[in-house]
């Protein structure tokens, strides 16, 4: 059975930073592309960043060089580092695993930024 537990979220003041986890497990998690998405209240989901199997990353425009997407495979575990934060950042944020016609989703991390 597949799993995937995002956490970290919280409330942080603009400029803070923050660090969500996401652990995963009942599938190959080395053999996936991990990815965070966000979305905002009235806006549809996004993709913030990727991590592929070889540990490329991409990122989007409105996150690039203030967030940091990591993997850990012996952990089972994808992280984004997130600095600099703005409250434009507010958004729950999901943790997503994809490998081709198999995609899972977590249930996502509430992160306000406010002041």
């Known amino acids: 059975q597949v799993h995937i537990v995002e956490s970290g979220g919280g409330l942080v003041q603009p400029g803070g930073s923050l660090k969500l986890s996401c652990a995963a497990s009942?599938?190959?998690?080395?053999?996936?592309?991990m990815s965070w998405y966000r979305q905002a209240p009235g806006k549809e989901r996004e993709l913030v960043a990727t991590?592929?199997?070889?540990?490329?990353?991409n990122y989007a425009n409105s996150v690039k060089g203030r967030f940091t997407i990591s993997r850990d495979n012996a952990k089972n575990t994808v992280y984004l580092q997130m600095d600099s934060l703005k409250p434009e950042d507010t958004a729950v944020y999901y943790c997503?695993?994809?490998?081709?016609?198999?995609?899972?989703w977590g249930q996502g991390t509430q992160v306000t930024v406010s002041s």
């Open positions: 991590v592929t199997r070889a540990r490329a990353t």
């Open positions: 997503n695993a994809d490998r081709a016609f198999w995609v899972y």
């Open positions: 009942g599938f190959t998690f080395s053999s996936y592309a």
